[in-house]
T-cell receptor, first 113, second 115 residues
Framework: GNSVTQMEGPVTLSEEAFLTINCTYT??????LFWYVQYPGEGLQLLLK?????DKGSNKGFEATYRKETTSFHLEKGSVQVSDSAVYFC????????????FGAGTRLFVKA | DGGITQSPKYLFRKEGQNVTLSCEQN?????MYWYRQDPGQGLRLIYY???????QKGDIAEGYSVSREKKESFPLTVTSAQKNPTAFYLC??????????????FGPGTRLTVL
């Protein structure tokens, strides 16, 4: 079946450090891939997405590339800020059906000043 | 501004009582969803609806009920049959039911505590 696997957290970084959060998926065909962010006490909001192989999604300094050959969609940011502290969810919508989104377990990021 | 509203933000109930969580969207989205989130956990799908007057069970529907009488409203009732109802509940919507490239839009959540 379809699934998303994220690296376990928490991830703790110092401000201005480089961030990578790994995400791999299992799905047939070409799913659409998403990263959502959840700030403390809030709902999720879309961070970026990619709908075709080799597409790069980017937003607010974050980026992720859809790698079909490694079934991955790793999230990266060159220089994190304290305000980036949040939980990050990788997700997919299957190629065959669009009404359910499959979410990963989430990775908590702490950024220290 | 378009968006999803959930009320109340915090809700306290005694054990054995039913409680209804509100979810309203003015985005004209077809699909709506309810998720449960426990501390340090991911999202688990409770129910979803693709169209008015129709809804389907998600992965953890036992002890919950929903209705979809209007396109913009998708209330969730947590019944006394739900064994461990204390959690953070998130409502979401998506523009098109079968939109494979459509992201979900989330409300701010309701934190339910059963005493």
């Amino acid at each position: 079946g379809n699934s998303v696997t994220q690296m376990e957290g928490p991830v703790t970084l110092s401000e201005e450090a480089f961030l990578t959060i790994n995400c791999t998926y299992t799905a047939t065909g070409y799913p659409s891939l998403f990263w959502y962010v959840q700030y403390p006490g809030e709902g999720l909001q879309l961070l970026l997405k990619a709908t075709k192989a080799d597409d790069k999604g980017s937003n607010k300094g974050f980026e992720a590339t859809y790698r079909k050959e490694t079934t991955s969609f790793h999230l990266e940011k060159g220089s994190v800020q304290v305000s980036d502290s949040a939980v990050y969810f990788c997700a997919l919508i299957p190629w065959a059906g669009g009404f359910k989104t499959i979410f990963g377990a989430g990775t908590r990021l702490f950024v220290k000043a | 501004d378009g968006g999803i509203t959930q009320s109340p933000k915090y809700l306290f109930r005694k054990e054995g009582q039913n409680v209804t969580l509100s979810c309203e969207q003015n985005l004209n989205h077809d699909a709506m969803y309810w998720y449960r989130q426990d501390p340090g956990q991911g999202l688990r799908l409770i129910y979803y609806s693709q169209i008015v007057n129709d809804f389907q069970k998600g992965d953890i529907a036992e002890g919950y009920s929903v209705s979809r009488e209007k396109k913009e409203s998708f209330p969730l009732t947590v019944t006394s049959a739900q064994k461990n109802p204390t959690a953070f509940y998130l409502c979401a919507s998506k523009p098109r039911t079968s939109g494979r490239e459509d992201e979900q839009f989330f409300g701010p959540g309701t934190r339910l505590t059963v005493l």
